[in-house]
T-cell receptor, first 112, second 115 residues
Framework: EAQVTQNPRYLITVTGKKLTVTCSQN?????MSWYRQDPGLGLRQIYY???????DKGDVPEGYKVSRKEKRNFPLILESPSPNQTSLYFC???????????FGNGTRLTVT | DAKTTQPPSMDCAEGRAANLPCNHS???????VYWYRQIHSQGPQYIIH?????ETNEMASLIITEDRKSSTLILPHATLRDTAVYYC??????WGSGNTGKLIFGQGTTLQVKP
């Protein structure tokens, strides 16, 4: 089944403890992207990648890192999480600019 | 990528057509209009997209004005399960110059379908 898989679905952590949220797609998509969703602010793009080893900043990249070492995986790294990164995170992928985005089921992160 | 403007909320009676507008007055010639919806806190779901012609699929119809500065998503017979947040975005097709990969979703329109 074609899908975008995020792990974990829920994560509670403490300030400053490095964490990684994984994202994997099985559709051979070139494009992958991360979003965060906060009440009243809609979906905001964090980082995106147009292909392996090609990444770029979205609208809210501060405090996040990504890597794209292989086509199927696009992990989101929080080196030193802070409470303002408490949010619902979504990963998405697509073939290119003309094809629809496929979204994962989300990761709800709480930083205390 | 161009920005879109949508009303924050709309109501629709069950069984009636829901018409959701979107303004994208700064759209470029190579940008497609996409519609997604998000039910509760699930991942957004693709509905439909188009460039300049009207489009229809099993879920909805998309009407794009001739000048392409606005569009309307039509759910022909809304059901309670169509209650969701609907997002209109524009996106450059292809990977040529001008496609930065940046996408702006905005806050969308919350559609409430009422019995």
């Amino acid at each position: 089944e074609a899908q975008v898989t995020q792990n974990p679905r829920y994560l509670i952590t403490v300030t400053g403890k490095k964490l990684t949220v994984t994202c994997s797609q099985n559709m051979n998509h070139e494009y992958m992207s991360w979003y965060r969703q906060d009440p009243g602010l809609g979906l905001r793009q964090i980082y995106y990648s147009m292909n392996v080893e090609v990444t770029d900043k979205g609208d809210v990249p501060e405090g996040y890192k990504v890597s794209r070492k292989e086509k199927r995986n696009f992990p989101l790294i929080l080196e030193s999480p802070s409470p303002n990164q408490t949010s619902l995170y979504f990963c998405a992928s697509s073939f290119g600019g003309r094809s629809p985005l496929h979204f994962g089921n989300g990761t709800r992160l709480t930083v205390t | 990528d161009a920005k879109t403007t949508q009303p924050p909320s709309m109501d629709c009676a069950e069984g009636r057509a829901a018409n959701l507008p979107c303004n994208h007055s700064t759209i470029s010639g190579n940008e497609y209009v996409y519609w997604y919806r998000q039910i509760h806190s699930q991942g957004p779901q693709y509905i439909i997209h188009g460039l300049k012609n009207n489009e229809t699929n099993e879920m909805a119809s998309l009407i794009i004005t001739e000048d392409r500065k606005s569009s309307t998503l039509i759910l022909p017979h809304a059901t309670l399960r169509d209650t969701a947040v609907y997002y209109c975005i524009v996106r450059v097709g292809g990977w040529g110059s001008g496609n930065t990969g940046k996408l702006i979703f905005g806050q969308g329109t919350t559609l409430q379908v009422k019995p």
